[in-house]
């Protein structure tokens, strides 16, 4: 240990995560970023009752009363979006997008909020102020002038409310196209596409009020101390009832291990803390099929012996496909599932008894589970997990798919969606009058790649950081630049606007916090989060610009000045968006009296079929699925390749960098490190702290990441982790989930080397 101490940057940390570090954290976070004044009664409006829904997370609130201010990271969103700081264009007038470009990501966002709408000028190389109604003329008239509506992405981060999102696949639809690139291809697409085939609906079907009445959990590629720290309360409580919960991950996470829950008195004033996981199993990255397969098989081991570990009633009544699973796992050895997890016989049999004891059992899981070339399977093998003992649908079990951003469940539930069904498209055709594109569009893997061979000429991006959240930057940012037409509608400057194409706009909105005012008055938006609960969200915080736009009344007006002969009346919608809201009642089943409902405090909830065993499969039952073998990989690499996948820090919200710590994982002040097995080291012969290089194995073309400080770390031996987005350079766009489109961002293929001698 003593040699880990001589790198810079890199110390253990010891202590539980939450406690009195968070609150310290989140101090300084409203300190760097606001008026210290204005941000407590800020933050206690939080995801209350009238607030605003927190931007960070999709995890659920009981009753919408969450105590916020001990909640770091959504402190950290939201004192992100409500800085004082400013990006005006007297700052642009300062910084031409060339020298933007050279800036790191972290200050591209620091700089603030962005204030006017801009419009790039090759000449001077710099954003220019536009007026709204200019800018809208121009964007319409572009995309009138292409060949066909399929030369457009319209894509969308899910941090847009229902409302934009509904009206922004309503501008493309009257358009003519279907191409639908989001966020959630890179992210839960597996679930999506998974779940209706295994339970009939592409949603978890648990409840806060299950994780109360839950004896057993699983928790399977996921890290919620820092992505869903508001889920830590509820697991510190189920630990406290001494439910086990069993973790699987490559990396030893500070916050499944002992967490401190800043709201309990009596830990806080003590320094103690819980332990959260009751076994903590180090799976192989991409080793999960394995895992889950072993669970399984063991489980039916002990079934054929007692008889009762698999729930017998509920596999004849309400499932298909339980003896081909039966078989497929007979047919699959031990010995495949110790090497491919990397775990032992006998601890996926201890599981499988665990699991059999209990009666009422939850899997939480997260990106470790689906962005992976098998993550579809992933997750119908999650699902079969349950239904062996028919966890789904009875209280304190079901299945809890830890979304991403905030909405980015609501988004897909109002037709962001690159393969619409015809029941929407027709609904669509009956309420506007207009025929909407049948063919299926583009995700996100496919836009970029039209956009790489230039067939794509246009591209809108409602929010998010496209080019710098996708695979192989420099096909990326190439094709970006190419574009004969991109809009970023986005609160702070990323790298994305800057990649600057024919024509570029920068359209600033409005964030969650502030006021949005519109001619019926204020406005609430509605998003829904993990849970599928519904709820008005209404910004309490003086906009940060009175420039500023709502992306819907932007979305708006860029249709309007598109379509002059649409159905659509765009502007009285943008009046009072309980309009917009009767128009997704009318159109998308489960938003009955949408209205109303949203003004109950706590909103609804969407109709989750599956939580009354009602399964919306062809069969109508639930199915099992088979996956054959143990590899995930769909070519077998040699076995000196390692698995390299790409992390979160603590202090970051994707492409968007707070800070350069990463606190519960030891690392200060830098993210250039690549954790490693002490055991992987030592195989090559590299010491703690030793520089190598990184390259991508059997790529079609050469992806390198050079000069990175290789660290010890308790991973999985096999299994290296790097950060995202910087380790972007590594993923090949084109090694992607064949039956969901979702980059393998966690099982990417590498060899490392000792770095080259270079004359600096
Ligand atoms: N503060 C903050 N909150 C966020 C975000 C953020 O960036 N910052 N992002 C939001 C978004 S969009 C999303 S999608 C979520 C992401 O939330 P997470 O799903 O927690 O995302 P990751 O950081 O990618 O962490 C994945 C975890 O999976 C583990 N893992 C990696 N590979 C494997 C594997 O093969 N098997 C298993 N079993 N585990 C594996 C990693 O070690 C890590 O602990 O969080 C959301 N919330
Ligand atoms: N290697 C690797 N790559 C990954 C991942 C990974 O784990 N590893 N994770 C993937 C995942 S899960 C996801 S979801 C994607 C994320 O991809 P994106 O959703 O595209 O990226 P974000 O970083 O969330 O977007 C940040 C930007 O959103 C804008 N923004 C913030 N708030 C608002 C708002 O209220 N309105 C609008 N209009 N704009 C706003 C700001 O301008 C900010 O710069 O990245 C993916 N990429
Ligand atoms: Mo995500």
Not at 207 to 214: P, Y
């Amino acid at each position: 240990m003593s040699q880990r101490n001589k790198v810079p940057g890199v110390r253990p940390y010891d202590g539980p995560a939450g406690g009195w570090g968070a609150l310290k954290a989140t101090a300084q976070a409203v300190r760097r970023q606001m008026d210290v004044v204005e941000a407590p009664g800020l933050l206690l409006r939080t995801n209350q009752p009238a607030g605003f829904d927190c931007p960070g997370c999709a995890w659920p609130d009981k009753e919408h009363r969450s105590t916020f201010q001990f909640c770091e990271n959504g402190a950290k969103a939201v004192t992100w979006e409500a800085t004082s700081k400013r990006v005006t264009p007297e700052f642009f007038q300062q910084h031409t997008v060339s020298s933007l470009l050279e800036l790191p990501d972290f200050d591209l966002e620091n700089f603030g909020r962005l204030t006017h709408p801009m419009a790039y000028d090759a000449a001077t190389d710099t954003f220019q102020p536009i007026a709204w109604e200019t800018a809208f003329a121009r964007i319409g008239e572009t995309l009138r002038g292409l060949e066909s509506p399929d030369e457009v992405e319209f894509y969308t981060s899910g941090r847009a409310s229902n409302e934009a999102a509904y009206l922004f696949q309503l501008f493309a639809r009257e358009l003519g196209t279907n191409n639908f690139p989001d966020c959630s291809n890179m992210c839960h697409e597996a679930t999506s596409v998974g779940l209706p085939q295994s339970i009939g609906i592409g949603k978890g079907t648990v409840s806060l009020d299950d994780f109360d009445l839950t004896d057993f959990v699983i928790s399977i590629g996921h890290n919620p101390g820092t992505n869903h720290p508001r889920m830590m309360g509820t697991l510190h409580e189920v630990a406290r009832r001494k439910v086990p919960i069993i973790v699987f991950n490559p990396l030893r996470e500070r916050a499944l291990e002992r967490f401190a829950d800043p709201q309990n008195v009596a830990e806080m004033a003590t320094y103690g803390s819980t332990d959260i996981a009751s076994s903590y199993y180090q799976v192989k990255a991409g080793g999960d099929v394995a895992a889950l397969k072993g669970i399984m098989k063991a489980l039916l081991a002990l079934d054929a012996r007692d008889g009762d570990a698999l729930d017998h009633a509920f596999i004849a009544e309400h499932t298909l496909g339980f003896g081909a699973l039966a078989a497929d796992l007979a047919a699959t050895g031990w010995p495949d599932i110790e090497r491919e997890s990397g775990l032992k016989r006998v601890d996926l049999e201890q599981v499988a008894r665990a699991y059999a004891k209990s009666t009422a059992a939850i899997v939480t899981y997260g990106m470790g589970i689906t962005q992976h070339n098998t993550g579809t399977a992933n997750v119908k093998l999650i699902a079969d997990l349950l239904l062996l003992r028919g966890n789904i649908g009875k209280p304190g079990a079901g299945i809890c798919p830890l979304r991403g951003h905030s909405n980015v469940q609501g988004n897909r539930t109002v037709g962001i969606t690159e393969k619409p069904g015809a029941d929407f498209l027709r609904r669509l055709e009956e309420v506007f009058g207009f025929t909407p594109p049948r063919e299926r569009g583009h995700d996100a893997v496919q836009a970029m790649q039209a956009m790489v061979r230039g067939t794509t000429k246009a591209l809108i991006c409602l929010g998010g950081n496209l080019a710098v959240a996708m695979p192989d930057p420099e096909q990326c940012f190439t094709a970006m630049k190419r574009l004969r037409l991109s809009v970023h509608l986005g609160t702070k400057l990323n790298r994305s606007h800057l990649l600057v194409g024919e024509e570029t706009y920068l359209l600033p909105v409005l964030g969650r916090t502030e006021i949005d005012l519109q001619a019926g008055g204020p406005q609430s938006v509605t998003v829904e989060d993990s849970m599928s609960m519904v709820h008005a969200s209404a910004g309490k915080l003086k906009p940060a610009s009175e420039f500023l736009r709502s992306e819907a009344a932007i979305v708006a007006g860029m249709a309007r000045a598109t379509l002059p002969a649409s159905k659509v009346n765009w502007l009285e919608l943008i009046d009072d968006y309980d309009r917009i809201r009767d128009l997704i009642e009318r159109t998308i089943p489960g938003f009955d009296d949408y209205n109303r409902r949203i003004r109950v405090p706590g909103g609804f909830r969407m109709p989750l079929p599956a939580t009354e065993r009602t399964w919306n499969t062809p069969s109508g039952k639930a199915m099992f699925s088979v996956f054959p073998g143990v590899r995930e990989r769909y070519e077998p690499w040699p076995d000196d390749v390692l698995r390299l996948v790409t992390i979160r820090s603590h202090d970051q919200y994707n492409t968007t960098i707070y800070g350069m710590d990463d606190r519960y994982r030891g690392v200060f002040g830098r993210r250039d490190v690549l954790f490693m097995n002490a055991g992987d080291l030592a195989a090559h012969g590299l010491a703690h702290g030793d520089l190598v290089d990184i390259e991508t194995v059997s790529s079609s073309r050469r992806l390198r990441l050079e000069n990175i400080t290789a660290i010890e770390y308790n991973i999985a031996r096999g299994s290296v982790a790097a950060y995202y987005p910087e380790a972007n350079v590594l993923v090949p766009l084109d090694y992607i989930d064949k039956e969901c489109g979702t980059p393998s961002y966690k099982s990417i293929p590498v060899r490392i080397h000792r770095a080259a001698a270079r004359v600096t």
